[in-house]
């Protein structure tokens, strides 16, 4: 297989879990608000967790990019 084709593939996985770590984060910002908590510590906990599991899914298509082939 070419490196381009390989590094196509490598991209559309990265942008895969780039994407899901945007889609955690705003869930852990939008999530609170839709269940009509009132609570400040359930808002704070809720974007807390959204953001880490946002960190890893970034962090996991940062290393997928390391796998680029010039």
């Known amino acids: 297989m070419s490196n381009?084709?390989?590094?196509?593939?490598?991209k559309y996985r990265?942008?895969?879990?780039n994407n899901a770590g945007i889609l955690a984060f705003t869930t852990?910002?939008?999530f609170?608000?839709?269940?009509?908590?009132?609570s400040v510590g359930f808002h704070i906990g809720a974007f807390g967790v959204g953001g880490l599991v946002a960190a890893?899914?970034?962090?996991?298509?940062?290393?997928?990019?390391?796998?680029l082939k010039e």
């Open 28 to 30: 852990g910002g939008i």
């Open 4 to 10: 381009l084709i390989h590094n196509e593939r490598v």
């Open 56 to 67: 890893v899914f970034v962090a996991i298509s940062q290393w997928m990019l390391s796998e």
């Open 32 to 38: 609170p608000i839709l269940q009509g908590q009132s």
């Open 14 to 17: 990265a942008t895969f879990f």
